[in-house]
């Protein structure tokens, strides 16, 4: 499956926020009733996504015409930061997201970043094991404001 997908990075000539956002928000779907505080996809939309891919460097997972994934990174200092990673339900398992995670170690050498990170909800305990599996480690519990216990973990990938 992963041999037919394409990784293009989103540039000026990309067009399909709608697609994009029914994208994040269907495969981002599961978490919901399950997160506290909700997840901020709930606040993204067209426009805003536009201007994260402006404001950050995003790609898009093709199969054919299909949008069937995206990434978006935003450089830190010591860090390249991997945002709303989202598979299409009918894709996953098949390799997409490791495909994206390898552009962003990819990004990250070329960026001269050491490493990689991110952030995944405290109860989605099947991405921390996911994420474990392909080499991040759990460094940090964070909350989000107004909340005094942790509502999310930090995780890294240290590169080679």
Same mark, same amino acid.
């Given at each position: 499956?992963?041999? /037919?997908?394409?990784?293009?990075?989103?540039?000026?000539?990309?067009?399909?926020?709608?697609?994009? @956002?029914?994208?994040?928000?269907?495969?981002?779907?599961?978490?919901?009733?399950?997160?506290?505080?909700?997840?901020?996809?709930?606040? @993204?939309?067209?426009?805003?996504?536009?201007?994260?891919?402006?404001?950050?460097?995003?790609?898009?997972?093709?199969?054919?015409?299909?949008?069937?994934?995206?990434?978006?990174?935003?450089?830190?200092?010591?860090?390249?930061?991997?945002?709303k990673l989202a598979v /299409?339900?009918?894709?996953?398992?098949?390799?997409?997201?490791? @495909?994206?995670?390898?552009?962003?170690?990819? @990004?990250?050498?070329?960026?001269?970043?050491?490493?990689?990170?991110?952030?995944?909800?405290?109860?989605?305990?099947?991405?921390?094991?996911?994420?474990?599996?392909?080499?991040?480690?759990?460094?940090?519990?964070?909350?989000?404001?107004?909340?005094?216990?942790?509502? /999310?973990?930090?995780?890294?990938?240290?590169?080679?």
């Open positions: 499956m992963a041999d /037919s997908i394409e990784i293009v990075r989103i540039d000026g000539c990309f067009h399909r926020w709608g697609d994009l @956002l029914a994208l994040i928000l269907s495969s981002f779907a599961y978490m919901d009733g399950v997160v506290d505080p909700p997840s901020s996809a709930h606040r @993204l939309t067209a426009a805003s996504l536009a201007q994260k891919a402006c404001d950050e460097i995003a790609f898009v997972a093709l199969e054919d015409a299909n949008l069937v994934g995206c990434v978006f990174f935003r450089p830190e200092p010591g860090f390249l930061y991997i945002g /299409s339900l009918d894709y996953q398992g098949k390799g997409i997201g490791r @495909l994206l995670l390898s552009v962003a170690e990819d @990004l990250a050498r070329e960026m001269r970043l050491p490493a990689l990170r991110l952030e995944t909800r405290i109860e989605l305990t099947s991405n921390h094991q996911t994420f474990g599996r392909w080499g991040f480690v759990k460094t940090a519990e964070n909350s989000h404001a107004g909340f005094d216990r942790a509502t /999310s973990i930090e995780m890294q990938k240290r590169l080679a």
